[in-house]
């Protein structure tokens, strides 16, 4: 059975209003729905990145003070052994 040129053209226009009609706007609304869940991921991937960045920060503080003060004990350490010769 073959279908002569217009029903082919019918059959095509037919196939055509109903993918304009039924599915274009639901691929539309879920592209939507997909873009708004990316905008939501980044912002959130910000948001964790600058903590990750606060706490990098708060890390290097954290060993700079922590250098200081072993330092400061080195040196403590150092003049309490000179200290201690010395009495011998």
């Known amino acids: ?3 002569a040129k217009d029903d082919k053209k019918e059959i095509s226009l037919i196939i055509c209003e109903a993918l304009e009609q039924l599915v274009l706007p639901r691929l539309q609304s879920l592209e939507n729905k997909v873009d708004k869940g990316f905008k939501k991921v980044d912002e ?3 948001e ?3 903590r990750f960045n606060d706490i990098d920060m708060s890390m ?3 060993e700079t003070l922590a250098k200081s003060e072993i330092k400061y004990v080195d040196n403590l ?3 309490v052994i000179k200290l201690e ?3 011998v």
């Open 1 to 3: 059975m073959t279908l």
């Open 44 to 46: 959130r991937f910000e």
């Open 48 to 50: 964790v990145d600058e």
């Open 60 to 62: 290097n503080r954290i």
């Open 77 to 79: 350490s150092a003049r």
């Open 85 to 87: 010769t010395k009495k």
